[in-house]
């Protein structure tokens, strides 16, 4: 039975390595649970800034014999940030999936001054309930096997990203939810019933006067000229980051942690990880190519401009009308590096930035 299980691409490792895996994805989606998606994120975000800042240093220091090669980042990253204990695809997606669940079997727990959806809420911290650790557990092993499948397959897009897309809309699914929701306005892509402060009508033809017709993902970053202008700026940063460092998620880390503000209440706080992650890809993809390094800022401008207006386009189908989270920057995430893996497969690409194809 175990060398059968060991010929399925999403279980293609050792027997006990993967009971190990599922045993720490189901610890690292209950912890999700427990202090919210979005804390759990920002957690990504210090620990692979950690991972990366000693990758670096590494770099710097490795031509000195001062530490056997490899020991100092090794796991950071990839095991921590990117695994088990932080990883997008366990705790956030655990914490994503507990909101859902809370908003149907406690909504009791909704937090005062919360104008949307309580499923929503994702920067609320869910606290030990068996029941909730439970939920986030069984989806971070959900998220890891996902991932897994996504890797086996070897399909040419980021796993992570997939990962928390589809482990959101399972949840939504499974809890009893609308996979698109209740559209508001004209379309899907009809805002204006937000900015007229339009209340969302009941199933019996009332008025939820506690909720708005349309939820944009955020209320201060939907407007396509504003989106595509932070996307570019966000992308040079980063880009200027892997052109004087090396590292491919310093910027995105950096992104994550500056969620800390927008999660204690600074109002009007961007969200710029998916931006920065794939303006530091653009920088990669030109470099090599052109060998200038003004044209791969410009590249890293232009990817993180699309890659916001893709996340844009993301929230007004799955997010803004629906009643939990469906994650527009991983959705943007997996799109964008999709097609730029197709493209480097295609030979139209120098490489496919960061997925190792």
Request: glycine letters at 16%; aromatic letters at 10%.
């Amino acid at each position: 039975m175990t060398d059968f299980l060991l010929q399925i691409p999403v279980l293609g490792l050792e027997f006990d390595r993967l009971v190990v895996l599922l045993i720490a994805a189901f610890a690292g989606g209950a912890f999700g649970a427990a202090i919210g998606a979005l804390p759990a994120f920002i957690f990504t975000g210090f620990v692979v800034f950690l991972g990366e800042g000693l990758a670096i240093l590494q770099r710097e220091v490795s031509g000195l014999d001062l530490v056997p090669q490899g020991e100092l980042a090794t796991g950071v990253t990839g095991v921590i940030g990117f695994g088990a204990v932080t990883g997008p695809h366990i705790s956030f997606a655990g914490g994503v999936a507990a909101a859902a669940y809370a908003a149907k079997r406690y909504p009791e727990m909704e937090p005062d001054g919360w104008a949307y959806h309580f499923g929503k809420n994702i920067g609320f911290a869910l606290g030990p309930k068996s029941d909730i650790l439970a939920v986030g557990g069984l989806f971070g092993v959900l998220g890891l096997l996902v991932t897994r499948l996504v890797g086996g397959l070897g399909l040419p897009t980021d796993g992570i990203a997939v990962s928390v897309f589809v482990t959101a809309i399972i949840a939504r699914v499974a809890f009893g939810y609308s996979i698109l929701g209740q559209v508001g306005g004209t379309s899907l892509f009809d805002m204006s019933p937000f900015e007229r402060e339009e209340p969302r009508v009941a199933p019996d033809g009332g008025t939820i006067e506690s909720r708005l017709a349309t939820e944009p993902w955020l209320p201060h970053q939907y407007e396509w000229s504003g989106v595509a202008a932070l996307g570019v700026v966000a992308g040079v940063l980063s880009g200027y980051i892997w052109l004087e460092t090396g590292s491919v998620f310093m910027g995105y880390a950096i992104s994550a942690i500056s969620l800390l503000f927008l999660n204690l209440g600074v109002d009007r706080i961007p969200v710029t990880h998916h931006m920065t992650l794939l303006g530091s890809v653009g920088a990669i993809l030109v470099m090599p190519a052109l060998g200038s390094e003004p044209a791969a800022l410009l590249a890293a401008g232009a990817l993180g401009g699309i890659t916001g207006v893709v996340a844009e386009v993301s929230q007004r189908v799955f997010y803004s009308h629906g009643e939990t989270h469906v994650d527009p920057p991983a959705i943007s995430i997996a799109v964008v590096m999709l097609a730029v893996g197709v493209l480097y497969l295609l030979g139209l690409l120098p490489n496919a930035g960061y997925l190792g194809l």
